[in-house]
Each structure stands twice: as structure tokens, then as C-alpha cells.
T-cell receptor, first 112, second 116 residues
Framework: DAGVIQSPRHEVTEMGQEVTLRCKPI?????LFWYRQTMMRGLELLIY????????DSGMPEDRFSAKMPNASFSTLKIQPSEPRDSAVYFC??????????FGPGTRLTVL | AQKVTQAQTEISVVEKEDVTLDCVYE???????LFWYKQPPSGELVFLIR??????QNEISGRYSWNFQKSTSSFNFTITASQVVDSAVYFC?????????????FGQGTTLQVKP
């Protein structure tokens, strides 16, 4: 079975540009999580969806960040406008309810 | 407040040595889950184990073993006869029932280097 799929794997952009990260969860999973990993803050939850509905977005840094899940097999995390401090690895994870979260390979974002 | 502490930032061992990675957690919940994930140099996060708060039995999987002690709020991970391929960052994580989300709270990670 395919695991969590994320694209792109690497993204380099310039400050002010819009960035869209994509995630396809494991088929059958109904919970989806977006995490961010930085050296300073470690791994932190940005937003959580359950059955395609955003349940907890308290970790979203600011209004420049937005996330959507239009259907059970696709989610996006958008940053507009991007800033150098947004540089990080962004992970998507999925689970069936409150079970083990399986992570995608991550997207390494560099904002120049 | 919920918290996960991995006090060992970096550990370096020689191949075939045993090594224990420490994890201490804080929670007010009586129902929670503890996890270990491995992040090899390639960057992905690989699930290793999940343990619920009502199951204090130790777990062994090949060279890996886990010791869960509620009395000391610890969930330590031991690698027996370490190998170079074990070199990675290891994360301990906590998920509380009160979050209603399954949100993972991660420790800062322990970087393990296994030298040949």
C-alpha cells in the first residue's frame, strides 16, 4: 500500500511568493495532520483535519498560512506571502481516528 | 502542561554496543499514548512503536526494546548490539485523550551516531 504522499519534496522560492504544499493521505485514513520541523522549535503541529473538516488550527503561525482538505484524498497547505522564517520541513501525516500517525516524506521549503 | 523531554541531545556509540535513549513525559491525562519515531538522514519519520497508558508491559522487537514505567513517567528505548544503520534522530512523542485530536507532542529528539 502507498504511504502518505507529499509534493513537492523540495521547494525553493523567493520571499513574497506563494507556496503550496500538497498531501495525499493513506487511503481509508480519516485524520490528517500538518506538522512543521525546524531546528529552533522541533516538530510542531500546525493543523488537524478529521473527516475533511479542520478541527484544530491553533498551531498555524499566522494568517499567511492556510490549509484545505477538499476531499478525503487531498490536502494543501498554502503560505502567502512566504517569508525566510517559513523555511522548514513540512510533514503531512495521516491516521485512522486516534491511531498511529504515519508520516509522509516531507517537503523541504527554502524561502530566500 | 503536557511535555516530552529527551534529555540526551546526542549519543555516540561504537557498533555492537547497547544504547538506551531516555524519554520522560508529563501529562494530567490517565489515558494517553506514547510513541517512538526514527528519522534517518534521509529525513522521513518512521514509526517504531505505540504504547497506551494502560499497558506497562515491556516490548521487544528484534534488537529494539522499550521500557514503559508509569511510576517514573518514562518510556525508554534500548537498541541492543547497535549497527551503523541505526544512526538517526529518534523522537519520543505523547498523544493525550483530552486533546480529542490525536495531536502528537514531540520531544526534541536524540541524535544517535553509531560508529563502525
Amino acid at each position: 500500500d502507498a504511504g502518505v504522499i507529499q509534493s513537492p519534496r523540495h521547494e525553493v522560492t523567493e520571499m513574497g511568493q506563494e507556496v503550496t504544499l500538497r498531501c495525499k493521505p493513506i487511503s481509508g485514513h480519516n485524520s490528517l495532520f500538518w506538522y512543521r520541523q525546524t531546528m529552533m522549535r522541533g516538530l510542531e503541529l500546525l493543523i488537524y483535519f478529521n473527516n475533511n473538516v479542520p478541527i484544530d488550527d491553533s498551531g498555524m503561525p499566522e494568517d499567511r498560512f492556510s490549509a484545505k482538505m477538499p476531499n478525503a484524498s487531498f490536502s494543501t497547505l498554502k503560505i502567502q506571502p512566504s517569508e525566510p522564517r517559513d523555511s522548514a520541513v513540512y510533514f503531512c501525516a495521516s491516521s485512522l481516528g486516534w491511531n498511529t500517525q504515519y508520516f509522509g516524506p516531507g517537503t523541504r521549503l527554502t524561502v530566500l | 502542561a503536557q511535555k516530552v523531554t529527551q534529555a540526551q541531545t546526542e549519543i555516540s556509540v561504537v557498533e555492537k554496543e547497547d544504547v538506551t535513549l531516555d524519554c520522560v513525559y508529563e501529562t494530567r491525562d490517565t489515558t494517553y499514548y506514547l510513541f517512538w519515531y526514527k528519522q534517518p538522514p534521509s529525513g522521513e519519520l518512521v514509526f517504531l512503536i505505540r504504547r497506551n497508558s494502560f499497558d506497562e508491559q515491556n516490548e521487544i522487537s528484534g534488537r529494539y526494546s522499550w521500557n514503559f514505567q508509569k511510576s517514573t513517567s518514562s518510556f525508554n528505548f534500548t537498541i541492543t548490539a547497535s549497527q551503523v544503520v541505526d544512526s538517526a534522530v529518534y523522537f519520543c512523542a505523547l498523544s493525550e485523550s483530552s486533546s480529542n485530536t490525536g495531536k502528537l507532542i514531540f520531544g526534541q529528539g536524540t541524535t544517535l551516531q553509531v560508529k563502525p
